[in-house]
Antibody, heavy 125, light 107 residues
Framework: EVQLLDSGGGLVQPGGSLRLSCAASGFIFDTFRTYAMSWVRQAPGKGLEWVATISGSGSSTFYADSVKGRFTISRDNSKNTLYLQMNSLRAEDTAVFYC???????????????WGQGTLVAVSS | EIVMTQSPATLSVSPGERATLSCRASQGVRTNLAWYQQKPGQPPRLLIYGASSRATGIPPRFSGSGSGTEFTLTISSLQSEDFAVYYCQQYDNWPLTFGGGTKVEIK
């Protein structure tokens, strides 16, 4: 069974930076590298918002307009780990951030069949 | 951007009754539509993908239908554990987008 463990959240001042990590386990035969991975966030009391997706190889990335130019998604397939580097943080970025796995290998655009527990990012002075 | 609109925002249902949730896309997404269930303090759980296919381990009381712009999630007989918020998501085009959610509460 795939397990995703999000970490790295915390309190940061506006304009600051933070890097989130998502450690993945339970992938059969080293297949983490074949699945696209994404970050999805949820502001307090609000709905879900897709943030970014990275292909299995890491060669393709996609971003929501709200974070483009400020956030960078990356992955280290040798460590089965997904990252989200967040710069120039704003109050409106305050949310629980979830990492999520694409349903099937080779699919970049997809729904999500496994989710991390989430890590809270709070942007405030 | 494809806007996903869910209705109603809140649905009050008695245990054992049927619940019908709607999701509308601002443009056609074929059957590239998923439904998730989320309970307080938990991540979303995939229920339905491809508009009508149940995810692994999802009981048959959950069913999805629709294509193009109109989709429905039906819970045939609500159990206590089904009271939660439900989201639809389209994955036909970038950016991926979610509906605003329907909260299913106990009547």
């Amino acid at each position: 069974e795939v397990q995703l463990l999000d970490s790295g959240g915390g309190l940061v001042q506006p304009g600051g930076s933070l890097r989130l990590s998502c450690a993945a386990s339970g992938f059969i035969f080293d297949t983490f590298r074949t699945y696209a991975m994404s970050w999805v966030r949820q502001a307090p009391g609000k709905g879900l918002e897709w943030v970014a997706t990275i292909s299995g190889s890491g060669s393709s990335t996609f971003y929501a307009d709200s974070v483009k130019g400020r956030f960078t998604i990356s992955r280290d397939n040798s460590k089965n780990t997904l990252y989200l580097q967040m710069n120039s943080l704003r109050a409106e970025d305050t949310a629980v951030f979830y990492c999520a796995k694409a349903w099937r290998t080779t699919l970049t655009i997809s729904h999500f069949d496994s989710w991390g527990q989430g890590t809270l990012v709070a942007v405030s002075s | 951007e494809i806007v996903m609109t869910q209705s109603p925002a809140t649905l009050s249902v008695s245990p054992g009754e049927r619940a019908t949730l709607s999701c509308r896309a601002s443009q056609g997404v074929r059957t590239n539509l998923a439904w998730y269930q989320q309970k307080p303090g938990q991540p979303p759980r995939l229920l339905i993908y491809g508009a009508s296919s149940r995810a692994t381990g999802i009981p048959p009381r959950f069913s999805g239908s629709g294509s193009g712009t109109e989709f429905t999630l039906t819970i045939s007989s609500l159990q206590s554990e089904d009271f939660a918020v439900y989201y639809c998501q389209q994955y036909d085009n970038w950016p991926l987008t979610f509906g605003g959610g329907t909260k299913v509460e106990i009547k």
